[in-house]
């Protein structure tokens, strides 16, 4: 049971260059995730999807683009990639959305560390 | 805007010492809280959650976490750490209609 799945799992990219970020879950789950994880301020949202078919904003989408290509996967795109993109990434499921149940722990991914140069 | 603070952010200890780490979250409501680790080179797990009830909490591992809803506190707790507790603790809280927000995670680093 894999659970979550994110590729690559490292990466280095020239500032303007873009990327997608690829994840996928096999827990059946509805609701997904992409977070960033920067020294000192935890995991900030970027962006989720409450559900196949539709996406939604988090904390700090600015830069970012996301796809819901079906129920397992979920991928995040830069378009353009910058310094203050250099992170780790994380992919997360939970079984319906955390904001609609309270019983809904996240399943996260091993994570991808991107840096920008 | 809901925020979640982790007032440490580095703790060294020695095994079988005591270990508490604190968080403190801003909204005022009904509140669901969590505790997630992240042992070197993994991802992030669930280690214990607070959904109502009993405020003292018991997670994996002998973990344990105290709500106190008077300080807005939700601390973490463990008696005797050791050496494999070496993580980053991140404390999570999520109110009604909002989402899930993270604290800016506490490093441990537990010395055999």
């Known amino acids: 049971n894999a659970g979550v799945t994110q590729t690559p799992k490292f990466q280095v990219l020239k500032t303007g260059q873009s990327m997608t970020l690829q994840c996928a879950q096999d827990m059946n789950h509805n609701s997904m995730y992409w977070y960033r994880q920067d020294p000192g301020m935890g995991l900030r949202l970027i962006y989720y999807s409450a559900s196949e078919g539709t996406t939604d904003k988090g904390e700090v989408p600015n830069g970012y683009n996301v796809s819901r290509l079906n129920k397992r996967e979920f991928s995040l795109r830069l378009e353009s990639a910058a310094p203050s993109q250099t992170s780790v990434y994380f992919c997360?499921?939970?079984?319906?959305?955390?904001?609609?149940?309270?019983?809904?722990?996240?399943?996260f991914g091993n994570g991808t560390r991107l840096t920008v140069t | 805007a809901q925020s979640v603070s982790q007032h440490n952010h580095h703790v060294i200890l020695s095994e079988a010492a005591s270990l508490e780490l604190g968080c403190n979250y801003s909204y005022g409501g009904t509140v669901n809280l969590f505790w997630y680790v992240q042992y070197p080179g993994q991802h992030l797990q669930l280690l214990l959650k607070?959904?109502?009830?009993?405020?003292l909490v018991k997670g994996i591992k002998g973990f344990e976490a105290e709500f106190i809803k008077s300080k807005f506190s939700f601390n973490l707790r463990k008696p005797s750490v050791q050496w494999s507790d070496t993580a980053e603790y991140f404390c999570a809280v999520k109110a009604a209609g909002n989402k899930l927000t993270f604290g800016g995670g506490t490093r441990v680093l537990v010395k055999p």
């Open positions: 997360a499921s939970s079984q319906i959305l955390t904001e609609s149940s309270y019983n809904s722990p996240l399943h």
């Open positions: 607070y959904f109502s009830g009993d405020p």
